[in-house]
Protein backbone atom coordinates (compact mmCIF):
# COMPACT_ATOMS: atom_id res chain seq x y z
CA UNK A 1 0.00 0.00 0.00
CA UNK A 2 2.99 2.29 0.89
CA UNK A 3 4.70 1.21 -2.57
CA UNK A 4 1.11 2.10 -4.36
CA UNK A 5 0.72 5.47 -2.80
CA UNK A 6 4.67 6.24 -4.08
CA UNK A 7 3.86 5.52 -7.38
CA UNK A 8 0.90 7.44 -7.38
CA UNK A 9 2.85 10.57 -5.88
CA UNK A 10 6.05 10.11 -8.64
CA UNK A 11 3.04 10.07 -11.61
CA UNK A 12 1.60 13.35 -9.90
CA UNK A 13 5.19 14.57 -10.09
CA UNK A 14 5.58 13.32 -13.75
CA UNK A 15 2.77 15.39 -14.67
CA UNK A 16 3.63 18.21 -12.56
CA UNK A 17 6.85 18.39 -14.37
CA UNK A 18 4.92 18.20 -18.20
CA UNK A 19 2.73 20.86 -17.41
CA UNK A 20 5.54 23.46 -16.35
CA UNK A 21 7.58 22.92 -19.07
CA UNK A 22 4.86 22.82 -21.38
CA UNK A 23 4.56 26.92 -19.82
CA UNK A 24 8.03 27.68 -20.18
CA UNK A 25 7.57 26.32 -24.07
CA UNK A 26 4.65 27.84 -25.06
CA UNK A 27 5.67 31.11 -23.26
CA UNK A 28 8.93 31.19 -25.51
CA UNK A 29 6.50 30.50 -28.59
CA UNK A 30 4.48 33.65 -27.53
CA UNK A 31 7.42 35.66 -27.39
CA UNK A 32 8.18 35.04 -31.04
CA UNK A 33 5.15 34.51 -33.10
CA UNK A 34 4.04 36.95 -35.27
CA UNK A 35 0.76 38.16 -34.93
CA UNK A 36 -1.01 39.81 -31.34
CA UNK A 37 -4.40 37.21 -31.48
CA UNK A 38 -1.68 34.07 -32.23
CA UNK A 39 0.27 35.71 -29.09
CA UNK A 40 -2.60 35.92 -26.87
CA UNK A 41 -3.62 32.67 -27.56
CA UNK A 42 -0.32 31.16 -25.97
CA UNK A 43 0.13 32.97 -23.36
CA UNK A 44 -3.64 32.42 -22.43
CA UNK A 45 -2.57 28.63 -23.07
CA UNK A 46 0.76 28.93 -20.99
CA UNK A 47 -0.95 30.73 -17.76
CA UNK A 48 -3.44 27.80 -17.58
CA UNK A 49 -0.12 25.01 -17.97
CA UNK A 50 1.14 27.21 -14.72
CA UNK A 51 -2.29 26.36 -13.04
CA UNK A 52 -2.19 22.96 -13.83
CA UNK A 53 1.44 22.60 -12.50
CA UNK A 54 -0.27 24.59 -9.09
CA UNK A 55 -2.75 22.20 -9.01
CA UNK A 56 -0.06 19.29 -9.06
CA UNK A 57 2.00 21.51 -6.64
CA UNK A 58 -0.74 20.99 -3.93
CA UNK A 59 -1.02 17.30 -4.31
CA UNK A 60 2.84 16.42 -4.68
CA UNK A 61 3.96 19.46 -1.99
CA UNK A 62 7.09 19.36 -4.08
CA UNK A 63 8.34 22.18 -6.60
CA UNK A 64 9.87 20.99 -9.68
CA UNK A 65 11.80 21.98 -12.66
CA UNK A 66 11.12 22.07 -16.00
CA UNK A 67 13.00 19.52 -19.22
CA UNK A 68 15.44 21.39 -20.05
CA UNK A 69 15.76 19.46 -23.05
CA UNK A 70 12.57 19.54 -23.92
CA UNK A 71 12.68 23.08 -24.06
CA UNK A 72 15.72 23.45 -26.10
CA UNK A 73 13.90 20.78 -28.52
CA UNK A 74 11.23 23.15 -29.46
CA UNK A 75 13.37 25.76 -29.76
CA UNK A 76 15.17 24.49 -32.26
CA UNK A 77 12.17 22.67 -33.87
CA UNK A 78 10.28 26.28 -34.19
CA UNK A 79 13.68 27.57 -35.56
CA UNK A 80 13.87 24.75 -38.54
CA UNK A 81 10.04 23.78 -39.19
CA UNK A 82 8.34 26.82 -37.63
CA UNK A 83 6.01 27.51 -34.84
CA UNK A 84 2.68 26.15 -36.06
CA UNK A 85 5.31 22.31 -36.24
CA UNK A 86 6.09 22.98 -32.92
CA UNK A 87 2.30 23.64 -31.40
CA UNK A 88 1.43 20.42 -33.50
CA UNK A 89 3.59 18.32 -31.57
CA UNK A 90 2.70 20.05 -28.26
CA UNK A 91 -0.61 18.84 -29.20
CA UNK A 92 -0.08 15.70 -29.83
CA UNK A 93 1.56 15.57 -26.06
CA UNK A 94 -1.77 17.35 -24.94
CA UNK A 95 -3.69 14.77 -26.16
CA UNK A 96 -1.57 11.78 -23.80
CA UNK A 97 -1.85 13.86 -21.29
CA UNK A 98 -5.63 14.07 -21.31
CA UNK A 99 -5.79 10.01 -21.68
CA UNK A 100 -3.36 10.15 -18.70
CA UNK A 101 -5.25 12.48 -16.47
CA UNK A 102 -8.73 10.39 -17.28
CA UNK A 103 -7.22 7.77 -15.35
CA UNK A 104 -7.36 9.70 -12.10
CA UNK A 105 -10.67 11.32 -12.39
CA UNK A 106 -11.83 8.77 -9.29
CA UNK A 107 -9.64 9.88 -7.01
CA UNK A 108 -8.87 13.50 -8.00
CA UNK A 109 -11.18 16.41 -8.43
CA UNK A 110 -8.98 18.73 -9.83
CA UNK A 111 -7.81 16.05 -12.78
CA UNK A 112 -11.45 16.58 -14.23
CA UNK A 113 -10.47 20.63 -14.76
CA UNK A 114 -7.43 19.87 -16.35
CA UNK A 115 -8.50 17.51 -19.19
CA UNK A 116 -11.30 20.16 -19.71
CA UNK A 117 -9.06 22.33 -20.15
CA UNK A 118 -6.56 20.87 -22.27
CA UNK A 119 -9.52 20.21 -24.75
CA UNK A 120 -10.17 23.77 -25.30
CA UNK A 121 -6.20 24.44 -25.77
CA UNK A 122 -6.57 21.81 -28.79
CA UNK A 123 -9.40 24.15 -30.17
CA UNK A 124 -7.64 26.94 -29.57
CA UNK A 125 -4.22 25.80 -31.15
CA UNK A 126 -6.35 24.71 -34.66
CA UNK A 127 -8.03 28.07 -34.57
CA UNK A 128 -4.43 30.48 -33.86
CA UNK A 129 -2.52 28.32 -37.28
CA UNK A 130 -1.90 31.17 -39.39
CA UNK A 131 1.50 30.69 -40.65
CA UNK A 132 2.96 31.83 -43.95
CA UNK A 133 4.70 28.79 -45.21
CA UNK A 134 1.70 27.03 -44.76
CA UNK A 135 -0.42 29.14 -46.63
CA UNK A 136 2.04 28.76 -49.63
CA UNK A 137 2.37 24.82 -48.95
CA UNK A 138 1.12 23.76 -52.35
CA UNK A 139 3.64 26.01 -54.19
CA UNK A 140 6.44 24.28 -51.81
CA UNK A 141 4.90 20.75 -52.65
CA UNK A 142 5.08 21.31 -56.41
CA UNK A 143 9.00 22.58 -56.30
CA UNK A 144 9.76 19.37 -54.25
CA UNK A 145 7.57 16.80 -56.41
CA UNK A 146 8.53 17.75 -59.63
CA UNK A 147 12.32 18.12 -58.50
CA UNK A 148 12.07 14.66 -57.07
CA UNK A 149 10.30 12.68 -59.69
CA UNK A 150 11.91 14.67 -62.40
CA UNK A 151 15.54 14.70 -61.20
CA UNK A 152 15.67 11.83 -59.78
CA UNK A 153 14.69 10.49 -62.66
CA UNK A 154 16.80 12.19 -65.08
CA UNK A 155 19.69 11.71 -62.81
CA UNK A 156 18.63 8.05 -62.91
CA UNK A 157 19.00 7.90 -66.55
CA UNK A 158 22.05 10.38 -67.10
CA UNK A 159 24.25 7.80 -64.56
CA UNK A 160 23.75 5.25 -67.02
CA UNK A 161 23.81 6.76 -70.29
CA UNK A 162 27.05 9.00 -69.55
CA UNK A 163 28.65 6.80 -66.51
CA UNK A 164 31.14 9.83 -65.57
CA UNK A 165 29.83 11.46 -62.29
CA UNK A 166 31.63 14.83 -62.91
CA UNK A 167 29.71 14.95 -66.29
CA UNK A 168 26.66 13.56 -64.95
CA UNK A 169 26.85 16.25 -61.95
CA UNK A 170 27.21 19.19 -64.45
CA UNK A 171 24.58 18.21 -66.68
CA UNK A 172 22.61 17.25 -63.78
CA UNK A 173 22.76 20.95 -62.22
CA UNK A 174 22.22 22.69 -65.86
CA UNK A 175 19.19 20.65 -65.84
CA UNK A 176 17.78 20.94 -62.27
CA UNK A 177 18.21 24.51 -62.48
CA UNK A 178 16.94 25.48 -65.63
CA UNK A 179 13.91 23.23 -64.56
CA UNK A 180 13.35 25.26 -61.25
CA UNK A 181 13.48 28.64 -63.22
CA UNK A 182 10.93 27.37 -65.07
CA UNK A 183 8.64 25.82 -62.60
CA UNK A 184 9.21 29.36 -60.80
CA UNK A 185 7.67 31.35 -63.78
CA UNK A 186 4.80 28.83 -64.18
CA UNK A 187 3.74 29.01 -60.68
CA UNK A 188 4.15 33.16 -60.77
CA UNK A 189 1.72 33.12 -63.95
CA UNK A 190 -0.56 30.40 -62.41
CA UNK A 191 -1.29 32.07 -59.10
CA UNK A 192 -1.48 35.20 -60.60
CA UNK A 193 -4.30 34.26 -63.12
CA UNK A 194 -6.34 32.48 -60.35
CA UNK A 195 -7.97 34.35 -57.34
CA UNK A 196 -5.99 32.22 -54.57
CA UNK A 197 -5.32 34.99 -52.46
CA UNK A 198 -1.78 34.38 -52.28
CA UNK A 199 1.09 36.59 -53.80
CA UNK A 200 2.45 35.53 -57.04
CA UNK A 201 5.80 36.28 -56.30
CA UNK A 202 6.07 34.79 -52.74
CA UNK A 203 4.18 31.69 -54.48
CA UNK A 204 7.24 31.43 -57.11
CA UNK A 205 9.73 32.17 -54.59
CA UNK A 206 8.57 28.80 -52.97
CA UNK A 207 8.30 26.91 -55.44
CA UNK A 208 11.71 27.50 -56.87
CA UNK A 209 13.68 27.44 -53.59
CA UNK A 210 12.07 24.09 -52.63
CA UNK A 211 13.42 22.61 -56.64
CA UNK A 212 16.62 24.29 -56.03
CA UNK A 213 17.19 22.71 -52.28
CA UNK A 214 15.74 19.34 -53.90
CA UNK A 215 18.20 19.80 -56.62
CA UNK A 216 21.42 20.64 -54.49
CA UNK A 217 21.08 17.68 -52.48
CA UNK A 218 20.39 15.16 -55.07
CA UNK A 219 23.52 16.47 -57.20
CA UNK A 220 25.88 16.38 -54.18
CA UNK A 221 26.24 12.61 -54.38
CA UNK A 222 28.25 13.28 -57.74
CA UNK A 223 30.28 15.47 -55.97
CA UNK A 224 31.53 13.44 -53.36
CA UNK A 225 31.51 10.54 -54.83
CA UNK A 226 33.92 8.52 -57.42
CA UNK A 227 31.80 5.53 -58.30
CA UNK A 228 28.55 6.72 -60.19
CA UNK A 229 26.60 3.23 -59.11
CA UNK A 230 27.62 4.22 -55.12
CA UNK A 231 26.26 8.06 -56.31
CA UNK A 232 22.88 6.79 -57.91
CA UNK A 233 22.40 4.81 -54.55
CA UNK A 234 22.79 7.46 -52.67
CA UNK A 235 20.76 10.00 -54.58
CA UNK A 236 17.73 7.84 -54.54
CA UNK A 237 18.43 7.47 -50.62
CA UNK A 238 18.35 11.08 -50.09
CA UNK A 239 15.49 11.53 -52.58
CA UNK A 240 12.98 9.00 -50.33
CA UNK A 241 14.75 10.61 -46.96
CA UNK A 242 13.12 14.03 -48.45
CA UNK A 243 9.68 12.74 -49.11
CA UNK A 244 9.60 10.89 -45.70
CA UNK A 245 10.91 14.30 -43.90
CA UNK A 246 8.37 16.21 -45.76
CA UNK A 247 5.48 14.15 -45.46
CA UNK A 248 5.98 14.00 -41.73
CA UNK A 249 6.30 17.17 -41.69
CA UNK A 250 2.82 18.11 -43.29
CA UNK A 251 0.90 14.82 -41.96
CA UNK A 252 2.06 17.10 -38.25
CA UNK A 253 1.07 20.71 -39.17
CA UNK A 254 -1.73 19.96 -41.19
CA UNK A 255 -3.43 17.00 -39.88
CA UNK A 256 -3.26 14.48 -42.75
CA UNK A 257 -2.24 10.59 -42.98
CA UNK A 258 1.79 10.63 -43.54
CA UNK A 259 1.67 6.53 -45.35
CA UNK A 260 -0.62 7.32 -48.05
CA UNK A 261 0.87 10.42 -49.41
CA UNK A 262 4.90 9.37 -48.52
CA UNK A 263 4.31 5.91 -50.68
CA UNK A 264 2.49 7.77 -52.91
CA UNK A 265 5.40 10.22 -53.72
CA UNK A 266 7.86 7.47 -53.51
CA UNK A 267 6.18 5.37 -55.42
CA UNK A 268 6.19 7.61 -58.69
CA UNK A 269 9.31 9.10 -57.72
CA UNK A 270 10.97 5.44 -57.90
CA UNK A 271 8.46 4.26 -60.97
CA UNK A 272 9.83 7.13 -63.04
CA UNK A 273 13.25 6.39 -62.34
CA UNK A 274 13.20 3.37 -62.90
CA UNK A 275 11.59 4.03 -66.81
CA UNK A 276 15.06 6.58 -67.01
CA UNK A 277 16.93 3.93 -66.32
CA UNK A 278 15.49 1.61 -68.82
CA UNK A 279 15.65 4.64 -71.32
CA UNK A 280 19.43 5.58 -70.51
CA UNK A 281 20.62 1.90 -71.08
CA UNK A 282 18.74 1.84 -74.40
CA UNK A 283 20.08 4.79 -75.49
CA UNK A 284 23.79 3.84 -74.64
CA UNK A 285 23.43 0.26 -76.57
CA UNK A 286 21.86 1.90 -79.31
CA UNK A 287 23.78 4.65 -80.38
CA UNK A 288 27.05 3.47 -79.20
CA UNK A 289 28.26 5.98 -77.31
CA UNK A 290 31.03 5.99 -75.43
CA UNK A 291 32.12 8.12 -72.88
Keep these: MIESATDHTNQLVIFQRN ?7 YMRLARIVKGEENRAILEGIARDELRHYLMWKEHTGQDVKPKRFVLLKYALINHLFGFTF ?12 Q ?4 HLLDDLQDAEAIARDENEHELALIRMLDEERLRYTGSIVLGLNDALVELTAALTGLTFALQNTELIALTGSITGLAAALSMAVSE ?6 EDTGQNPVKAAIYTGSAYVFTVILLIL ?11 LLVTIATALLIIALFNYYISVAQ ?12 G ?10 CIGVALRHFTGIEL
Excluded: D, G, W
Design 19 to 25: EITEYHV
Design 86 to 97: AIKLMEKVEEAA
Design 99 to 102: ANYR
Design 188 to 193: YLSTKS
Design 221 to 231: PYLIFSSFQVC
Design 255 to 266: EVPFRKRFLEMA
Design 268 to 277: LSLAVSAISF
